[in-house]
Protein backbone atom coordinates (compact mmCIF):
# COMPACT_ATOMS: atom_id res chain seq x y z
CA UNK A 1 0.00 0.00 0.00
CA UNK A 2 1.32 3.41 -0.79
CA UNK A 3 2.23 5.90 1.74
CA UNK A 4 -0.68 8.28 0.19
CA UNK A 5 -3.46 5.07 -0.24
CA UNK A 6 -2.71 4.52 3.64
CA UNK A 7 -2.72 8.19 4.73
CA UNK A 8 -6.19 8.47 3.31
CA UNK A 9 -7.28 5.47 5.07
CA UNK A 10 -6.36 6.20 7.91
CA UNK A 11 -8.41 9.63 7.78
CA UNK A 12 -11.25 7.90 7.63
CA UNK A 13 -10.89 5.65 10.08
CA UNK A 14 -9.12 7.67 12.74
CA UNK A 15 -11.32 10.80 12.23
CA UNK A 16 -10.18 12.53 15.94
CA UNK A 17 -7.42 12.14 17.56
CA UNK A 18 -6.04 14.53 19.79
CA UNK A 19 -2.45 14.95 21.01
CA UNK A 20 0.63 16.15 23.47
CA UNK A 21 4.12 15.12 23.08
CA UNK A 22 6.40 16.06 26.66
CA UNK A 23 10.31 16.02 26.13
CA UNK A 24 11.46 13.20 28.11
CA UNK A 25 14.95 12.45 29.77
CA UNK A 26 15.67 8.65 30.76
CA UNK A 27 18.20 6.38 31.85
CA UNK A 28 18.39 3.59 29.87
CA UNK A 29 19.65 3.51 26.20
CA UNK A 30 18.00 0.75 23.57
CA UNK A 31 18.41 0.03 20.28
CA UNK A 32 15.40 -0.87 17.65
CA UNK A 33 15.20 -2.65 14.61
CA UNK A 34 14.70 -0.36 11.71
CA UNK A 35 11.30 1.09 11.08
CA UNK A 36 10.26 1.96 7.11
CA UNK A 37 6.53 1.81 6.62
CA UNK A 38 3.42 3.46 6.75
CA UNK A 39 1.23 2.39 9.46
CA UNK A 40 -1.93 3.66 12.15
CA UNK A 41 -0.21 4.55 15.13
CA UNK A 42 -0.83 2.24 18.19
CA UNK A 43 -3.48 4.91 18.97
CA UNK A 44 -6.21 4.25 22.08
CA UNK A 45 -9.65 4.64 20.41
CA UNK A 46 -12.49 6.58 21.60
CA UNK A 47 -11.26 8.21 25.08
CA UNK A 48 -14.29 8.86 26.86
CA UNK A 49 -14.95 10.70 30.20
CA UNK A 50 -18.34 11.24 31.25
CA UNK A 51 -19.45 12.51 34.95
CA UNK A 52 -23.17 10.92 35.29
CA UNK A 53 -24.49 14.75 35.79
CA UNK A 54 -23.14 16.30 32.84
CA UNK A 55 -24.79 15.92 29.31
CA UNK A 56 -23.14 13.86 27.20
CA UNK A 57 -22.33 15.66 23.84
CA UNK A 58 -20.29 12.59 22.31
CA UNK A 59 -23.34 12.73 19.89
CA UNK A 60 -26.68 14.08 18.98
CA UNK A 61 -28.29 10.84 20.44
CA UNK A 62 -26.74 10.99 23.61
CA UNK A 63 -26.89 14.62 24.14
CA UNK A 64 -31.23 13.73 24.33
CA UNK A 65 -30.50 10.64 26.18
CA UNK A 66 -28.49 12.16 28.95
CA UNK A 67 -31.12 15.56 29.44
CA UNK A 68 -34.06 14.02 29.08
CA UNK A 69 -33.77 11.68 32.26
CA UNK A 70 -36.15 11.52 34.40
CA UNK A 71 -38.63 13.24 31.59
CA UNK A 72 -41.77 11.20 31.49
CA UNK A 73 -43.92 13.30 28.49
CA UNK A 74 -42.90 14.86 25.38
CA UNK A 75 -43.23 18.55 26.75
CA UNK A 76 -40.79 17.76 29.45
CA UNK A 77 -38.33 16.49 26.77
CA UNK A 78 -38.83 19.23 24.76
CA UNK A 79 -38.24 21.55 27.55
CA UNK A 80 -35.29 19.89 28.57
CA UNK A 81 -33.74 19.83 25.78
CA UNK A 82 -34.49 23.73 25.61
CA UNK A 83 -32.73 24.28 28.74
CA UNK A 84 -29.75 22.44 26.96
CA UNK A 85 -29.64 24.75 24.10
CA UNK A 86 -29.65 27.67 26.56
CA UNK A 87 -26.97 26.63 28.18
CA UNK A 88 -24.52 26.17 25.74
CA UNK A 89 -25.45 29.22 23.38
CA UNK A 90 -25.44 32.75 23.63
CA UNK A 91 -26.21 35.57 21.44
CA UNK A 92 -23.35 36.31 18.50
CA UNK A 93 -23.59 36.13 14.87
CA UNK A 94 -22.76 33.25 13.59
CA UNK A 95 -19.19 30.74 13.13
CA UNK A 96 -18.52 29.69 9.99
CA UNK A 97 -16.59 27.37 7.93
CA UNK A 98 -15.80 26.63 4.38
CA UNK A 99 -17.73 22.91 4.23
CA UNK A 100 -20.68 24.10 6.41
CA UNK A 101 -21.09 23.49 10.12
CA UNK A 102 -22.86 20.53 11.78
CA UNK A 103 -25.19 20.46 14.81
CA UNK A 104 -22.64 18.03 17.29
CA UNK A 105 -19.83 20.09 15.63
CA UNK A 106 -21.42 23.83 16.60
CA UNK A 107 -22.66 22.48 20.14
CA UNK A 108 -18.92 21.32 20.86
CA UNK A 109 -16.55 23.89 19.20
CA UNK A 110 -18.18 27.16 19.02
CA UNK A 111 -21.70 27.70 20.88
CA UNK A 112 -23.19 30.97 19.60
CA UNK A 113 -25.15 32.41 16.99
CA UNK A 114 -28.34 33.82 16.74
CA UNK A 115 -31.83 32.95 15.94
CA UNK A 116 -31.96 30.38 12.46
CA UNK A 117 -28.80 28.92 13.48
CA UNK A 118 -29.73 28.23 17.01
CA UNK A 119 -32.89 26.85 16.56
CA UNK A 120 -31.30 24.41 13.60
CA UNK A 121 -29.33 23.17 16.57
CA UNK A 122 -32.33 22.64 18.76
CA UNK A 123 -34.33 20.81 15.83
CA UNK A 124 -31.27 18.64 15.13
CA UNK A 125 -32.11 17.56 18.84
CA UNK A 126 -35.64 17.23 18.17
CA UNK A 127 -34.96 15.20 15.10
CA UNK A 128 -33.19 12.13 17.20
CA UNK A 129 -36.39 12.01 18.80
CA UNK A 130 -38.36 11.01 16.16
CA UNK A 131 -40.02 14.52 15.77
CA UNK A 132 -41.52 16.66 12.98
CA UNK A 133 -40.35 20.65 13.08
CA UNK A 134 -40.66 23.32 10.98
CA UNK A 135 -39.02 26.96 10.30
CA UNK A 136 -41.35 30.02 10.54
CA UNK A 137 -40.27 33.34 9.30
CA UNK A 138 -40.93 36.36 11.57
CA UNK A 139 -39.87 40.03 10.12
CA UNK A 140 -36.27 39.89 11.45
CA UNK A 141 -36.43 36.39 13.25
CA UNK A 142 -36.62 32.88 12.52
CA UNK A 143 -38.36 30.74 14.48
CA UNK A 144 -38.92 26.62 14.85
CA UNK A 145 -41.85 24.51 16.42
CA UNK A 146 -41.54 20.60 16.80
CA UNK A 147 -44.39 18.31 16.30
CA UNK A 148 -45.25 15.59 18.91
CA UNK A 149 -48.44 14.26 20.70
CA UNK A 150 -50.17 14.70 17.26
CA UNK A 151 -49.73 18.80 17.87
CA UNK A 152 -47.35 21.68 17.28
CA UNK A 153 -45.26 23.54 19.84
CA UNK A 154 -43.38 26.52 20.01
CA UNK A 155 -40.38 27.07 21.67
CA UNK A 156 -37.86 30.09 21.27
CA UNK A 157 -34.17 29.35 22.37
CA UNK A 158 -33.38 32.92 20.67
CA UNK A 159 -36.04 34.84 22.39
CA UNK A 160 -35.89 32.32 25.50
CA UNK A 161 -39.21 32.06 25.97
CA UNK A 162 -42.34 29.25 25.89
CA UNK A 163 -46.10 29.49 26.82
CA UNK A 164 -48.13 26.65 28.72
CA UNK A 165 -52.25 26.59 27.28
CA UNK A 166 -54.68 23.98 28.28
CA UNK A 167 -54.40 20.55 26.02
CA UNK A 168 -57.83 19.97 25.84
CA UNK A 169 -57.93 17.08 28.05
CA UNK A 170 -57.74 18.25 31.32
CA UNK A 171 -54.50 19.22 31.35
CA UNK A 172 -51.76 21.85 29.89
CA UNK A 173 -49.00 21.61 27.02
CA UNK A 174 -46.96 23.91 25.51
CA UNK A 175 -48.61 26.03 23.18
CA UNK A 176 -47.57 26.72 18.81
CA UNK A 177 -47.53 29.89 17.42
CA UNK A 178 -50.97 29.82 15.87
CA UNK A 179 -52.36 29.19 19.25
CA UNK A 180 -50.54 32.18 20.88
CA UNK A 181 -51.65 34.41 18.10
CA UNK A 182 -55.19 33.49 18.04
CA UNK A 183 -55.05 33.80 21.89
CA UNK A 184 -52.48 36.78 22.14
CA UNK A 185 -54.65 38.47 25.12
CA UNK A 186 -55.07 35.38 27.93
CA UNK A 187 -51.81 34.24 26.87
CA UNK A 188 -49.92 37.30 27.06
CA UNK A 189 -51.76 39.51 29.84
CA UNK A 190 -53.16 36.66 31.81
CA UNK A 191 -49.87 34.40 31.79
CA UNK A 192 -46.67 36.84 31.53
CA UNK A 193 -45.58 39.12 34.13
CA UNK A 194 -42.48 41.62 33.32
CA UNK A 195 -39.78 41.99 36.31
CA UNK A 196 -38.66 45.58 36.02
CA UNK A 197 -35.60 45.12 38.43
CA UNK A 198 -34.60 41.81 37.46
CA UNK A 199 -35.27 42.79 33.46
CA UNK A 200 -36.83 39.75 32.33
CA UNK A 201 -40.21 37.83 32.31
CA UNK A 202 -42.06 35.03 34.28
CA UNK A 203 -44.77 33.37 34.37
CA UNK A 204 -47.40 34.83 36.28
CA UNK A 205 -47.99 32.15 38.68
CA UNK A 206 -44.12 31.06 38.90
CA UNK A 207 -42.56 34.33 40.08
CA UNK A 208 -39.04 34.67 42.50
CA UNK A 209 -41.89 36.36 45.23
CA UNK A 210 -44.90 33.86 44.95
CA UNK A 211 -47.37 34.20 47.29
CA UNK A 212 -45.27 36.18 49.85
CA UNK A 213 -42.46 33.56 49.93
CA UNK A 214 -39.38 33.39 47.63
CA UNK A 215 -39.17 30.65 44.76
CA UNK A 216 -35.59 30.54 43.46
CA UNK A 217 -36.75 27.97 40.88
CA UNK A 218 -38.72 30.95 39.45
CA UNK A 219 -38.34 29.95 35.36
CA UNK A 220 -36.87 33.38 33.97
CA UNK A 221 -38.26 34.25 30.65
CA UNK A 222 -36.68 36.30 27.72
CA UNK A 223 -33.70 37.35 29.65
CA UNK A 224 -32.45 38.94 26.86
CA UNK A 225 -34.97 40.60 25.42
CA UNK A 226 -37.05 41.82 27.83
CA UNK A 227 -38.50 44.85 26.24
CA UNK A 228 -40.89 42.42 24.76
CA UNK A 229 -43.05 42.16 28.22
CA UNK A 230 -42.82 45.90 28.71
CA UNK A 231 -46.14 47.70 28.22
CA UNK A 232 -46.54 50.60 25.78
CA UNK A 233 -48.44 53.87 26.77
CA UNK A 234 -52.09 51.69 26.40
CA UNK A 235 -51.05 49.22 28.83
CA UNK A 236 -50.29 46.49 25.87
CA UNK A 237 -47.26 43.94 25.70
CA UNK A 238 -45.01 45.18 22.93
CA UNK A 239 -44.33 42.09 22.08
CA UNK A 240 -45.80 39.08 20.98
CA UNK A 241 -46.20 36.31 18.03
CA UNK A 242 -46.69 38.19 14.92
CA UNK A 243 -50.42 37.07 13.46
CA UNK A 244 -50.53 35.04 10.59
CA UNK A 245 -49.69 37.38 7.75
CA UNK A 246 -46.53 38.41 8.87
CA UNK A 247 -45.45 35.09 9.74
CA UNK A 248 -44.39 32.70 6.85
CA UNK A 249 -44.07 29.29 6.81
CA UNK A 250 -40.55 28.15 5.71
CA UNK A 251 -40.60 24.41 5.93
CA UNK A 252 -38.43 21.59 7.54
CA UNK A 253 -35.04 21.59 5.93
CA UNK A 254 -32.02 19.27 7.68
CA UNK A 255 -30.80 22.34 9.09
CA UNK A 256 -30.81 26.35 8.86
CA UNK A 257 -27.15 27.60 8.55
CA UNK A 258 -26.42 24.93 10.34
CA UNK A 259 -26.75 21.28 9.45
CA UNK A 260 -28.65 18.05 11.23
CA UNK A 261 -26.52 16.01 9.46
CA UNK A 262 -22.89 15.23 11.50
CA UNK A 263 -21.34 13.98 8.43
CA UNK A 264 -17.59 13.06 9.17
CA UNK A 265 -17.27 14.94 12.15
CA UNK A 266 -16.55 12.80 15.44
CA UNK A 267 -16.43 13.68 19.25
CA UNK A 268 -14.28 11.23 19.26
CA UNK A 269 -10.62 11.31 21.03
CA UNK A 270 -7.96 8.93 19.84
CA UNK A 271 -4.29 8.87 21.64
CA UNK A 272 -1.17 6.82 21.05
CA UNK A 273 1.69 7.04 23.46
CA UNK A 274 3.00 10.89 23.90
CA UNK A 275 -0.15 12.65 23.09
CA UNK A 276 -2.56 14.02 25.02
CA UNK A 277 -5.35 15.86 25.04
CA UNK A 278 -6.04 18.93 27.55
CA UNK A 279 -10.05 21.25 27.49
CA UNK A 280 -10.07 23.87 30.02
CA UNK A 281 -13.15 26.54 30.49
CA UNK A 282 -10.77 29.76 29.82
CA UNK A 283 -9.87 31.46 26.69
CA UNK A 284 -6.83 32.34 25.43
CA UNK A 285 -6.45 35.49 23.97
CA UNK A 286 -6.46 35.99 20.65
CA UNK A 287 -6.82 32.12 19.74
CA UNK A 288 -10.97 32.03 18.32
CA UNK A 289 -11.71 31.17 15.10
CA UNK A 290 -14.60 33.52 13.98
CA UNK A 291 -14.45 34.14 9.97
CA UNK A 292 -11.86 37.26 9.40
CA UNK A 293 -12.82 39.06 12.78
CA UNK A 294 -9.98 40.37 15.57
CA UNK A 295 -12.72 40.61 18.04
CA UNK A 296 -13.68 37.80 19.76
CA UNK A 297 -17.02 36.53 19.72
CA UNK A 298 -19.03 37.40 22.99
CA UNK A 299 -22.57 37.41 24.11
CA UNK A 300 -23.69 40.66 22.48
CA UNK A 301 -26.53 41.76 24.58
CA UNK A 302 -24.18 42.19 27.28
CA UNK A 303 -22.69 40.81 30.15
CA UNK A 304 -24.43 37.79 31.52
CA UNK A 305 -27.88 38.62 30.62
CA UNK A 306 -29.47 35.55 30.22
CA UNK A 307 -27.89 33.57 33.20
CA UNK A 308 -27.89 35.92 36.03
CA UNK A 309 -31.99 35.25 36.62
CA UNK A 310 -31.72 31.80 35.61
CA UNK A 311 -32.14 29.24 38.77
CA UNK A 312 -30.46 26.37 35.76
CA UNK A 313 -28.01 27.02 33.99
CA UNK A 314 -27.33 30.55 35.82
CA UNK A 315 -25.92 28.14 38.45
CA UNK A 316 -23.79 25.90 36.34
CA UNK A 317 -22.28 28.84 34.81
CA UNK A 318 -22.14 31.29 37.76
CA UNK A 319 -18.39 30.33 38.90
CA UNK A 320 -17.05 31.66 35.67
CA UNK A 321 -19.36 34.99 36.17
CA UNK A 322 -16.31 37.43 37.23
CA UNK A 323 -16.97 40.88 35.87
CA UNK A 324 -12.56 41.14 35.90
CA UNK A 325 -11.86 38.00 33.99
CA UNK A 326 -14.66 37.24 31.91
CA UNK A 327 -16.68 40.10 31.97
CA UNK A 328 -19.08 38.68 29.16
CA UNK A 329 -19.98 34.69 28.17
CA UNK A 330 -17.21 33.78 25.46
CA UNK A 331 -15.04 30.94 23.72
CA UNK A 332 -12.77 28.63 25.40
CA UNK A 333 -10.03 26.81 24.32
CA UNK A 334 -7.72 23.75 24.63
CA UNK A 335 -4.22 22.05 23.89
CA UNK A 336 -3.30 19.16 21.79
CA UNK A 337 0.10 18.14 22.31
CA UNK A 338 2.91 16.15 21.56
CA UNK A 339 6.16 14.84 22.97
CA UNK A 340 7.01 11.68 22.82
CA UNK A 341 9.13 9.82 25.56
CA UNK A 342 12.68 9.64 23.80
CA UNK A 343 13.68 7.02 26.62
CA UNK A 344 11.40 4.79 24.87
CA UNK A 345 11.83 2.36 22.01
CA UNK A 346 8.16 2.78 21.66
CA UNK A 347 7.91 5.87 20.56
CA UNK A 348 8.33 4.81 17.06
CA UNK A 349 4.53 3.06 17.21
CA UNK A 350 3.26 7.01 17.59
CA UNK A 351 4.15 8.26 14.44
CA UNK A 352 1.88 8.10 11.02
CA UNK A 353 5.03 7.12 8.91
CA UNK A 354 8.30 5.92 9.94
CA UNK A 355 11.04 6.05 6.36
CA UNK A 356 14.64 4.82 6.81
CA UNK A 357 14.77 5.38 10.39
CA UNK A 358 15.45 3.45 13.85
CA UNK A 359 15.59 4.17 17.41
CA UNK A 360 19.14 4.51 19.02
CA UNK A 361 20.89 6.27 22.06
CA UNK A 362 17.33 8.17 23.03
CA UNK A 363 17.47 9.54 19.41
CA UNK A 364 15.79 8.75 16.28
CA UNK A 365 18.70 8.56 13.42
CA UNK A 366 18.97 7.17 9.63
CA UNK A 367 19.28 3.42 8.69
CA UNK A 368 21.09 4.34 5.97
CA UNK A 369 22.55 8.03 5.84
CA UNK A 370 22.16 8.12 2.03
CA UNK A 371 19.10 7.64 1.77
CA UNK A 372 16.14 10.28 2.64
CA UNK A 373 15.06 9.54 6.18
CA UNK A 374 11.82 11.37 8.24
CA UNK A 375 8.81 10.38 10.70
CA UNK A 376 5.70 11.92 10.26
CA UNK A 377 3.12 13.07 13.05
CA UNK A 378 -0.46 13.24 12.62
CA UNK A 379 -2.23 15.75 15.45
CA UNK A 380 -6.34 15.73 15.29
CA UNK A 381 -8.93 16.02 17.43
CA UNK A 382 -12.80 17.24 17.57
CA UNK A 383 -11.35 20.99 18.31
CA UNK A 384 -10.49 23.29 15.70
CA UNK A 385 -7.11 24.48 15.42
CA UNK A 386 -6.41 28.21 16.59
CA UNK A 387 -2.92 28.22 16.95
CA UNK A 388 0.13 25.82 16.43
CA UNK A 389 3.71 25.77 17.01
CA UNK A 390 6.69 23.63 18.85
CA UNK A 391 10.46 22.85 18.95
CA UNK A 392 12.68 20.03 17.23
CA UNK A 393 16.20 19.35 17.93
CA UNK A 394 17.73 17.44 15.58
CA UNK A 395 15.47 18.24 12.50
CA UNK A 396 16.83 19.10 8.87
CA UNK A 397 13.91 19.74 7.39
CA UNK A 398 10.24 20.59 9.12
CA UNK A 399 7.36 20.10 6.52
CA UNK A 400 3.45 20.56 6.61
CA UNK A 401 0.24 18.79 5.50
CA UNK A 402 -3.17 20.22 5.75
CA UNK A 403 -4.74 17.77 3.54
CA UNK A 404 -3.86 14.59 5.39
CA UNK A 405 -0.61 14.06 3.71
CA UNK A 406 -1.20 14.44 -0.17
CA UNK A 407 0.86 17.44 -0.13
CA UNK A 408 3.37 18.86 2.27
CA UNK A 409 5.13 22.33 2.24
CA UNK A 410 7.84 23.59 4.09
CA UNK A 411 6.74 25.02 7.80
CA UNK A 412 8.34 27.09 10.75
CA UNK A 413 7.56 24.59 13.69
CA UNK A 414 7.83 27.42 15.88
CA UNK A 415 5.07 29.10 14.22
CA UNK A 416 2.46 27.10 11.87
CA UNK A 417 -1.01 28.60 13.17
CA UNK A 418 -1.58 30.70 9.39
CA UNK A 419 -2.29 27.49 7.31
CA UNK A 420 -4.51 26.04 9.56
CA UNK A 421 -7.28 27.83 9.80
CA UNK A 422 -10.70 25.93 9.81
CA UNK A 423 -8.15 22.92 10.48
CA UNK A 424 -8.96 20.08 12.85
CA UNK A 425 -5.79 17.96 11.91
CA UNK A 426 -2.45 18.73 10.25
CA UNK A 427 0.51 16.14 9.43
CA UNK A 428 4.12 17.63 10.30
CA UNK A 429 7.01 16.07 8.36
CA UNK A 430 10.23 16.15 10.28
CA UNK A 431 13.60 15.07 7.95
CA UNK A 432 16.39 13.57 9.42
CA UNK A 433 20.55 13.70 9.08
CA UNK A 434 22.17 13.05 11.96
CA UNK A 435 19.62 12.44 15.02
CA UNK A 436 16.42 13.58 16.15
CA UNK A 437 16.58 13.61 20.13
CA UNK A 438 13.99 15.84 21.07
CA UNK A 439 10.43 17.23 20.32
CA UNK A 440 7.57 19.15 21.28
CA UNK A 441 4.23 20.25 19.28
CA UNK A 442 1.10 22.57 21.22
CA UNK A 443 -1.80 23.00 19.16
CA UNK A 444 -4.36 25.79 20.85
CA UNK A 445 -7.92 24.22 19.77
CA UNK A 446 -10.64 25.60 20.78
CA UNK A 447 -13.89 24.53 22.24
CA UNK A 448 -17.35 25.30 23.74
CA UNK A 449 -16.69 25.16 27.72
CA UNK A 450 -20.15 24.36 28.34
CA UNK A 451 -20.38 21.68 26.27
CA UNK A 452 -17.31 19.84 28.59
CA UNK A 453 -17.38 16.99 31.12
CA UNK A 454 -18.22 19.37 34.04
CA UNK A 455 -18.29 18.43 37.52
CA UNK A 456 -21.37 18.80 40.03
CA UNK A 457 -21.98 19.30 43.31
CA UNK A 458 -22.17 16.43 45.34
CA UNK A 459 -21.47 13.09 44.10
CA UNK A 460 -20.43 12.49 41.11
CA UNK A 461 -19.45 9.17 39.36
CA UNK A 462 -17.07 9.92 36.39
CA UNK A 463 -17.26 6.67 34.06
CA UNK A 464 -14.32 6.41 31.70
CA UNK A 465 -14.25 4.34 28.73
CA UNK A 466 -12.23 3.34 25.68
CA UNK A 467 -12.67 1.24 22.96
CA UNK A 468 -10.69 -1.33 23.09
CA UNK A 469 -8.56 -1.53 26.55
CA UNK A 470 -6.03 -3.75 24.90
CA UNK A 471 -4.75 -0.93 22.67
CA UNK A 472 -3.16 0.67 25.18
CA UNK A 473 -0.70 -2.42 25.89
CA UNK A 474 2.09 -1.12 28.16
CA UNK A 475 1.16 2.39 28.35
CA UNK A 476 -1.10 4.38 30.54
CA UNK A 477 -3.93 6.27 29.87
CA UNK A 478 -3.85 9.50 32.57
CA UNK A 479 -7.11 11.31 33.41
CA UNK A 480 -7.05 14.49 35.51
CA UNK A 481 -9.61 16.91 36.68
CA UNK A 482 -8.90 20.30 37.45
CA UNK A 483 -11.53 22.77 39.64
CA UNK A 484 -12.20 25.08 42.77
CA UNK A 485 -14.42 24.30 44.97
CA UNK A 486 -16.65 27.11 46.31
CA UNK A 487 -20.28 27.45 48.44
CA UNK A 488 -22.32 30.28 49.37
CA UNK A 489 -23.34 31.84 52.72
CA UNK A 490 -26.91 32.48 52.28
CA UNK A 491 -29.91 30.46 50.81
CA UNK A 492 -31.12 30.81 47.64
CA UNK A 493 -34.31 31.78 49.18
CA UNK A 494 -32.45 34.50 50.81
CA UNK A 495 -30.93 35.75 47.31
CA UNK A 496 -34.31 36.10 46.41
CA UNK A 497 -35.88 37.52 49.35
CA UNK A 498 -33.14 40.35 49.15
CA UNK A 499 -34.54 41.22 45.55
CA UNK A 500 -30.86 39.85 44.05
CA UNK A 501 -30.67 37.77 40.72
CA UNK A 502 -30.34 34.13 41.34
CA UNK A 503 -26.90 33.78 39.79
CA UNK A 504 -25.34 37.52 39.80
CA UNK A 505 -21.65 38.43 39.34
CA UNK A 506 -19.30 36.82 41.78
CA UNK A 507 -19.93 37.60 45.75
CA UNK A 508 -22.81 39.30 44.32
CA UNK A 509 -25.42 36.50 46.12
CA UNK A 510 -22.83 35.32 48.62
CA UNK A 511 -20.77 32.71 46.54
CA UNK A 512 -17.65 32.50 46.93
CA UNK A 513 -14.54 30.05 45.31
CA UNK A 514 -11.28 28.51 46.76
CA UNK A 515 -8.12 29.93 45.43
CA UNK A 516 -6.86 26.49 46.02
CA UNK A 517 -6.95 24.37 42.69
CA UNK A 518 -8.45 20.79 43.36
CA UNK A 519 -7.19 18.01 41.20
CA UNK A 520 -8.48 14.24 40.81
CA UNK A 521 -5.94 12.01 38.63
CA UNK A 522 -6.15 8.73 38.18
CA UNK A 523 -3.89 6.40 36.47
CA UNK A 524 -5.53 3.42 34.18
CA UNK A 525 -3.80 0.20 32.94
CA UNK A 526 -5.61 -1.48 30.25
CA UNK A 527 -6.99 -4.40 32.79
CA UNK A 528 -8.44 -1.37 34.78
CA UNK A 529 -10.33 -0.03 31.92
CA UNK A 530 -13.09 0.60 31.93
CA UNK A 531 -13.59 2.07 35.01
CA UNK A 532 -15.68 4.55 37.46
CA UNK A 533 -14.36 7.25 39.49
CA UNK A 534 -16.44 8.91 42.25
CA UNK A 535 -14.95 12.40 42.88
CA UNK A 536 -17.34 14.59 45.51
CA UNK A 537 -17.68 18.11 45.13
CA UNK A 538 -18.71 18.83 49.07
CA UNK A 539 -20.03 22.11 51.00
CA UNK A 540 -19.02 23.17 54.10
CA UNK A 541 -21.74 22.35 56.56
CA UNK A 542 -23.42 25.54 57.51
CA UNK A 543 -23.22 26.50 54.01
CA UNK A 544 -24.82 26.26 50.70
CA UNK A 545 -24.16 24.42 47.17
CA UNK A 546 -22.47 26.25 44.41
CA UNK A 547 -21.00 24.26 41.41
CA UNK A 548 -16.98 24.06 41.25
CA UNK A 549 -15.33 26.57 39.13
CA UNK A 550 -13.91 24.30 36.83
CA UNK A 551 -10.11 24.86 34.89
CA UNK A 552 -9.37 21.82 33.31
CA UNK A 553 -9.73 17.88 32.20
CA UNK A 554 -7.09 16.03 30.23
CA UNK A 555 -6.27 12.87 29.25
CA UNK A 556 -2.86 11.42 28.57
CA UNK A 557 -1.55 8.10 27.39
CA UNK A 558 2.22 7.97 28.74
CA UNK A 559 5.21 5.27 28.34
CA UNK A 560 5.22 2.32 30.81
CA UNK A 561 8.13 4.40 31.59
CA UNK A 562 7.16 7.69 30.97
CA UNK A 563 5.26 10.67 34.01
CA UNK A 564 2.12 13.05 33.96
CA UNK A 565 2.52 16.27 32.94
CA UNK A 566 2.80 18.56 36.02
CA UNK A 567 -0.05 20.30 38.06
CA UNK A 568 -0.69 23.37 38.98
CA UNK A 569 1.79 25.03 41.57
CA UNK A 570 -1.24 25.68 43.88
CA UNK A 571 -2.41 22.55 43.37
CA UNK A 572 -4.22 19.73 45.99
CA UNK A 573 -5.29 16.50 45.89
CA UNK A 574 -9.61 16.22 46.27
CA UNK A 575 -9.03 14.88 50.25
CA UNK A 576 -11.70 12.62 51.77
CA UNK A 577 -15.12 14.18 52.58
CA UNK A 578 -14.66 15.95 56.22
CA UNK A 579 -16.57 15.24 59.11
CA UNK A 580 -17.35 19.59 59.06
CA UNK A 581 -18.73 18.76 55.13
CA UNK A 582 -21.77 17.71 53.37
CA UNK A 583 -22.48 16.25 49.78
CA UNK A 584 -25.46 18.96 49.41
CA UNK A 585 -26.73 19.23 45.65
CA UNK A 586 -28.98 21.43 43.34
CA UNK A 587 -31.56 20.37 41.21
CA UNK A 588 -30.68 18.83 37.48
CA UNK A 589 -30.77 21.97 35.55
CA UNK A 590 -32.48 20.49 32.28
CA UNK A 591 -35.47 19.86 34.47
CA UNK A 592 -36.60 22.87 35.80
CA UNK A 593 -39.56 24.20 34.39
CA UNK A 594 -40.80 20.45 32.87
CA UNK A 595 -43.92 21.19 34.40
CA UNK A 596 -46.41 23.90 34.04
CA UNK A 597 -47.23 25.78 36.61
CA UNK A 598 -49.42 25.90 39.76
CA UNK A 599 -52.30 28.62 39.66
CA UNK A 600 -52.01 30.64 43.08
CA UNK A 601 -54.63 29.20 45.43
CA UNK A 602 -57.25 31.72 45.37
CA UNK A 603 -58.27 34.06 48.60
Not at 48 to 67: E, N
Not at 203 to 222: E, H
Not at 461 to 490: C, M
Request: aromatic share 10%; glycine share 8%.
Amino acid sequence: MTYKKETQMTFKTRRAAGFLLAISCAATVLAADVQSAAYAPETVQAIKIQPDKAPDCSSLKSIVDSVTRGCTNNDAKAIAIYNFILLTHFHCPYASEPSGIGALKEINVYGWGVCGGTHAVQSALWRELGWGWRFIGWPGHTTVEAQYDGRWHYFDAFLKWYAWIPDGKGGQTVASEEELDVHRKDIWDGNFVFDPGRKCGYFKDDQPMQNGKPNWQARDLLSCDYWMLEKDKDGNFKGSVPKAKDRHGSGSPEGWIYNHASGDYSTEVNLASGFSLINTWDAIPGAFNWGNSTKPPEHSCGGYADTRNSPGLGLVLEPYNDPQIRPKRTYANGTLSFVPDFANAGLLKSFLHVENVKYANKTLVPLDPGKPAYVVVRLASPYVITKAGGQVVGAATVELSTDDGMTFAAADLKDFTAPLKNKYSVQLKLGIKEALSALKVDLTVENNSCALPYLSPGKNKVAITVADPKALADNKLVVTFAYRLGSRAKSLDDVIASGKRIAGAIGATGATWSDQVTVVRKVFAARDLPATVEIDCPTPKGKYPVYPRMLFVSREVISSSGTPQPLPANAVAAKPLGSDEELATLPNPFLLGITPPTPAAKP
